[in-house]
């Protein structure tokens, strides 16, 4: 029932900056925790950053310092804002939730977004 559409990918020379957008929308929901992934050509799907509903954060190490989660709750969005951008994160990213539906009185369901391509290059 919930759906997530992601937003804010494109073209970017390195050491340029994007912020990514995520909204989720559909059914009556709450949202357990959400989470950017990245997907380079030939490579396997890697966690990138996540933020729980208790509003910690967890970044792979390869971005600490220039990436930022951050959570909107009231529009159900989140936002990746990457800065210092490098060739090696070019990448599709995907958005992620695990979330609780009302309608089914289900928990921890899981969703994944269609992705959205991030290339970093001169």
């Known amino acids: 029932q919930l759906q997530l559409v992601e937003s804010g990918g494109g073209l970017v020379q390195p050491g340029g900056s994007l912020r990514l957008s995520c909204v989720a929308s559909?059914?009556?929901?709450?949202?357990?925790?959400m989470a950017w992934y990245r997907q380079a050509p030939g490579k396997q799907r890697e966690l990138v950053a996540i933020?729980?509903?208790?509003?910690?954060?967890n970044y792979a190490d390869s971005v600490k310092g220039r990436f930022t989660i951050s959570r909107d709750t009231a529009k159900n969005t989140v936002y990746l804002q990457m800065n210092s951008l490098k060739p090696e994160d070019t990448a599709t990213y995907y958005c992620?939730?695990?979330?609780?539906?009302?309608?089914?009185?289900?928990?921890?369901?899981?969703?994944w977004g269609q992705g959205t391509l991030v290339t970093v290059a001169s």
């Open positions: 992620n939730t695990h979330y609780n539906d009302s309608i089914s009185s289900t928990r921890n369901l899981e969703v």
């Open positions: 559909g059914g009556i929901f709450s949202i357990n925790a």
């Open positions: 933020v729980t509903s208790g509003s910690t954060t």
